[in-house]
Nanobody, 123 residues
């Protein structure tokens, strides 16, 4: 059974950087599309970024484009989200997810989810 584990969350000041990791076990990581979503307090979960198995197709939400960078290392079964120039609006629980299909901004296409990791940006 596929399991996802996020790590790297924490508290950072506005303007700072943070890196999240998502480890995947129990499946063939190199075949999966990976994605990051986030849910802020009182809001619905929203798309952040996605990357296909080959790292050739990457999509970002407009709100994070140019500040966040998604990557993956198939040999280590790990996906990563580097977050730079963070602002208070980035405060949320961040989730990684996998899909056996192609990259998508829509949650319904993702089959397995991690438990989430909290990111808090202070002003």
């Amino acid at each position: 059974q596929v399991q996802l584990t996020e790590s790297g969350g924490g508290t950072v000041q506005a303007g700072g950087s943070l890196g999240l990791s998502c480890g995947v076990s129990g499946g063939t990581f190199s075949r999966y599309t990976m994605a990051w979503f986030r849910q802020a307090p009182g809001k619905e979960r929203e798309f952040v970024a996605t990357i296909d198995w080959s790292s050739r197709t990457i999509y970002y939400a407009d709100s994070v484009k140019g500040r966040f960078f998604i990557s993956r290392e198939n040999a280590k079964n790990t996906a990563r989200l580097q977050m730079d120039s963070l602002n208070v609006e980035d405060t949320a629980v961040y989730y990684c997810a996998v899909s056996r299909g192609g990259p998508s901004r829509y949650q319904r296409y993702y089959e397995k989810w991690g438990q989430g990791t909290q990111v808090t940006v202070s002003s």
